[in-house]
């Protein structure tokens, strides 16, 4: 029997196959996250652990579980909360939660872009407000999408389902051709490639779908965002580092930029100052996956993965 530790409480239906394996299960079910001392505490002699997106897993971190430790299962796409060479250097495998939160996480995405474009964050926030309001026809208009572009830095799964969505509702698509876009999907949606800087020049939606590495951090900065089109608008649910944010808050409130629509944060929970006084500026928690469905799937995904190398296998969806 071993010892598998989840970081989380999450959805119980993804750990049946564990359980119906007889290893030990300790789940993290209290109403606070754990704190750092709390959660290599709770670590401490795993064989394998399930981890979300915001337990940095380093040298610390596999200390504290020692050196039984045999995999880290994170349930979410991204890793960059793991230090993949440490793991390496151990022999503890590593793996994600790709294919089954694409859809959830490109609903979330074009979510932010119907409400930034069409001022539906400003406008509920309005009427919440109790402020007195009448039709009238020229009374808080947003902006059609439908001759819009959208460019996309990022086109894996996730970019590609955000590309379907915008193509459906007349959008016309553009990737970053160095994150390039898979046919047939490519052909089907007409997608056009241009190098980064070009689609950021030539773009009216930057939507970023990229992995946080070394080479995304602060991809959108001061000097990309002073050369996207005026009136342009930003859509993040890739990760918050992507984008330099004070640099973002100075391109909305300069007002060349019209809007942005943002689920992560460079440094979540806390929000870059500036942004929250924005009316052009839609925010979410980090929902982009938040789904009760994805989020089972998600678990029973990571859940497979540990339980695969606990049998001596790799396993089925491995960082390399
Ligand atoms: C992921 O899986 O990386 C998402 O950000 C989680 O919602």
Redesign the pocket.
């Known amino acids: 029997m071993a010892k598998v530790c989840i970081t989380d409480g999450v959805p119980k239906a993804g750990l049946d196959e564990l359980r119906a394996a007889g290893h030990e299960i300790l789940t993290w079910d209290r109403a606070q996250p754990p704190t750092r001392t709390e959660l290599l505490d709770h670590v401490r002699g795993a064989d394998a652990v399930l981890t979300v997106?915001t337990d940095k897993v380093d040298e610390e971190f596999l200390d504290a579980a020692g050196p039984q430790l045999k995999v880290v299962a994170n349930i979410?796409?991204?890793f960059n909360n793991i230090d993949l060479d440490s793991c390496r250097k151990r022999q503890v495998f590593v793996s994600n939660?790709p294919g089954v939160?694409f859809e959830s996480?490109a609903d979330t995405a074009f979510a932010l872009l119907l409400m930034v474009t069409r001022r539906f964050g400003e406008a509920e926030r309005f009427i919440r407000s109790g402020k007195p309001w009448q039709y009238r026809t020229t009374f808080m208009l947003g902006h059609a999408i439908q001759s819009m572009t959208i460019g996309l830095i990022g086109a894996g799964q996730i970019g590609t389902a955000m590309a379907r969505r915008c193509r459906a509702f007349g959008m016309r698509i553009a990737y970053a051709s160095e994150h390039p876009m898979k046919a047939p999907a490519r052909d089907e949606l007409e997608a056009v490639g241009l190098p980064l800087d070009e689609l950021i020049a030539t773009s009216d939606v930057i939507s970023l779908h990229c992995p946080l590495t070394p080479e995304t951090y602060h991809l959108l900065n001061a000097e990309r965002l002073a050369a996207m089109k005026p009136d342009a608008y930003v859509i993040n649910t890739a990760r918050g580092a992507c984008i330099d944010e004070q640099a973002l808050v100075e391109a909305l409130r300069s007002g060349h930029l019209a809007g942005a629509g943002l689920d992560?944060y460079e440094h979540e929970p806390e929000i870059a100052s500036g942004l929250l006084e924005m009316e052009n500026v839609v925010l979410l928690p980090?929902l982009?996956?938040?789904t009760v469905e994805t989020r089972a799937t998600?678990t029973g995904l990571a859940a497979k993965n540990a339980l695969a190398v606990l049998n001596g296998e790799p396993p089925l969806t491995p960082v390399h």
Do not use: D, R, Y
């Open positions: 997106l979410a796409a991204g939660t939160l996480t992560v980090h982009g996956s938040a998600m």
